[in-house]
């Protein structure tokens, strides 16, 4: 659901959920999820936790929990098992239109329905704490795809009738 690499998702805690704010136009909640940033990089990152809203549904599951979130039917962490090998398993026996599914599938699904929306690519980037740089890297078939779509309404509808321009002074 938020596009978060694996490794991110395992370090998730409860007290990471927020309940959010309400906006004053929809009168609904704007729960978020304060999702630890990727070890990925150079340097130490000054940053921790970036938010990344979730829908409401997700925090009412999510409400009161506390310690690590994601955790395996006997509560130890998953942090500790092969997620992707996990993931390959779990996804074997479905019908799918690739012939192998990576646990990267959710993160690429979620950046291109984002970008498919028409969420600007600088957040895409920040919700999914990667750079803009890397998503036109890997999903400009995607982004050129759609650009018609977002720019045909921007374009201006020639006029039926021709206007004449005379120069100054000339009396038609």
Do not use: C
């Not at 009161?64 to 098992?81: E, H």
Request: proline share 8%.
């Amino acid at each position: 659901m938020t596009g978060a690499r694996p490794s991110q998702l395992l370090r998730l805690q409860g007290e990471d959920v927020k309940a959010g704010f309400v906006d004053p136009k929809s009168k609904r909640r704007q729960p978020r999820l304060m999702m630890p940033v990727s070890r990925k990089g150079r340097g130490k990152k000054k940053i921790t936790h970036r938010p990344v809203p979730i829908p409401e549904s997700l925090a009412e599951r999510l409400k009161g929990r506390t310690g690590t979130l994601l955790k395996r039917p006997g509560r130890d962490s998953w942090a500790k098992t092969n997620l992707p090998h996990r993931f390959e398993e779990a996804t074997k026996d479905l019908a799918l239109s690739q012939p192998r599914v990576t646990i990267y599938a959710l993160r690429h699904t979620s950046i291109v329905r984002q970008l498919l929306a028409g969420v600007p690519i600088r957040v895409v980037a920040a919700l999914h704490d990667t750079s803009v740089l890397m998503i036109e890297r890997n999903y400009s078939e995607y982004i050129a795809d759609h650009a018609d779509e977002l720019a045909r309404p921007t374009l201006l509808e020639t006029i039926a009738e021709v206007i004449t321009l005379r120069p100054e002074g000339k009396s038609s």
